[in-house]
């Protein structure tokens, strides 16, 4: 198991136009093509920065899940039209994360004793 940790800055004053493409296109298109969203969020002090996570079985199912989604046509329809008036995203970072063996592998949590 794998997560990749994804954080996207917006274009000066296209923070709304950044939600409204995740919200209305690009969450149902990660779950067409297989890209398990674990959290969705935004920096409390500033909505143009969103952060998310994804969980993937492995290296491979990853690679292939964002090969689905960028060759999908709905996709690229989807971003040059939000795309239409310039650049929505500003920054975008992306860090694969591998489990550390001291924290119990799969469950997202710690049991306390």
Do not use: C, N
């Not at 136009?17 to 890209?35: C, D, I, Q």
């Amino acid at each position: 198991m794998l997560h990749e940790l994804r954080e996207y800055v917006a274009a000066p004053g296209r923070a709304a136009a950044l939600h409204a493409r995740f919200a209305e296109h690009t969450l149902p298109l990660f779950a067409k093509h297989g890209l398990e969203v674990v959290g969705f969020w935004t920096d409390a002090t500033d909505d143009g920065r969103l952060v998310y996570l994804l969980r993937f079985a492995d290296a491979e199912a990853k690679s292939a899940a964002w090969a689905a989604f960028q060759a999908d046509p709905e996709w690229k329809r989807v971003k040059a039209e939000s795309e239409a008036g310039g650049p929505i995203v500003a920054e975008m970072h992306s860090t694969t994360l591998a489990a550390v063996p001291y924290w119990p592998a799969g469950t997202g949590s710690r049991e306390q004793s």
